[in-house]
């Protein structure tokens, strides 16, 4: 009911909004640009701050050229298709000028002066540096244009209402330095907040969409998948270190927190091609939001056990089963289809340091048993099969309260029945598209 | 004993419940059309229906395929009658050492029995997690066209 009447309160501003906030002046320029050759260097360091910025997860279609758009992004409030970032004059950002581009990630209002929406994160890319700025656009701008038709936008919410959430929500500007820091940890909060805008999902969003500012980084949700809290709140079992955490981002994988999947999987491979340094800054900051040990934490998602030390004795599991063991017993299932890989061969994860488990929501240890881990096509990576078909729903069910309970000694789940429909549905809506 | 539907007979078997599929299959079902490749569920050789769904036998413990309904590639046709998928991969001579090729046909099969048209798109999505070492690729891909023809002539009935 809340949500309803504030959803109305911002219709009705969206009625007049319009009327008050002038519409912004569209630019000039109508012929391309004609740019002269970058400076190699400014083009490279561009490209490691695109990277940082994950520009090409978001601007890229399935099996189509990088950067060149149209992929679609499914919101609440309907279907947006990314654009094309390659500098073709039509189709592209060929005639941007660099002022435009910085209006454009600064402001969130589009060469054309219309209210761009805010799935484009500009109330993260607000922070990034004009000079920054000034490499990603010659990084973009030097690569080859790609000339692209990109589908119309199929949403319910029309673009006079941006400037309506835009007064509500979005705080443009840089962010001040935090003297009680040092460099490392404020390059990294620049890094975090701005470019990589990590609470884009790690955050979680108000009705409206927007992030919730109080709550920052305390866990969202991103195409089904759950994106873990990063902040007092993270379930992972084992407290991540900075070098854990550098590690994971680099490689996608570390041996104490696991893989990472959904989403998270192109935000590593982007990472990998950073500078060390600074994907170190930002496991440092995003580390100095997490709680340093949980030692404290009583009961809850941690538990009593010691996580990670010793999850399993050796002898805990039985290479066999009882013969009276039931289809639906989800230790029994551990046993017999999870254990071989996670307890012993393979240097399989073992569970007990698994956050999928600990997690507030059942998405993601769902989603993995279903589809497995696959590494990005021709690079090495963690993998393990999907059992989607070999499990029932009501076996799913039984693993996972199984996991939950004797592994991650937490509070049951009551989703799991909920998750275990939809990504079944997104299978399905996949295999058909 | 542990009873598991295969290729619509039933079969009481005395083994653990942890048994993987494919050894109960092979020895002590005789049914040797799934091979054993990784072991890992990683390669496709072992897959086999269950249910319609292409699963990983080597990786899958007969505990949770009980009494739902398992195919194996002995259940698509026989040598006399091969079913419409199997009589593609022998007209387009798809297999070379032949080991992959169970795997193939039965995740191919399950491809055809959800999407009866597929793209080549579709098809090379289906089949991108199981290997084949020999490189006969572009005959399995012509297999799977020619299947698809096929499989509308007969209405799906292998």
Redesign the interface.
Known sequence: MVRTLKFLGVLLLGLVGPGLVAQQSPTQAQQPVTRSAADPEVVAKGAALAAIGNCNTCHTAE?GKTLAGGRPLTTPFGTVYSTNLTPDPDTGIGRWSLSEFRRAMHEGIGRDGRELYPAFPYDHYTHVTNEDLGAIFAYLTSREALRTGIPENRMIVPRPFVAVWKSLYFKPGTLPQDPTHDAQWNRGRYLAEGLAHCGACHTPRNALGAEEADRALAGGRIEGWSAPALNAQSPAPRPWSADDLTTYLRTGFDAQHGVAAGAMAAVTQNLATVPEADVRAIAVYVVSQMPASRAADSGGASGTSQPGSAPFAEDAVP?????T?T?GDGA??Y???CA??HERA?RGLPLALSTSVTDTTSANLIRITFD?V?PREGSAGG?M?G??????NR?MTALAGYLRSEVGHAPPWSDVEREIAKAREETKAK?AS | ?ITLKVNGQSHAVDA???TPLLYVLRDHLQLNGAKYGCG???CGACMVL??G????SC???I??????AVRTLEGLGTAERPGPVQQAFIDEQAAQCGYCIPGMIVRAQALLE??PAPTD?EIRAALN?NLCRCGTHMRILRAVRRAAQGFKASGGKS
């Open positions: 099996g290479d066999s089963l009882a013969a063991a289809p029994a299932i046993k017999s289809a071989g890989c393979l497995g696959a993998i099969p059992f989607a078909g070999a499990l029932t076996q295999k | 004993m653990d419940p942890a890992l569920g990683q269950v249910d769904e292409p699963v990983f990786i899958t413990p505990l949770v395929v009980q009494e739902r959800k999407n798109d997690t």
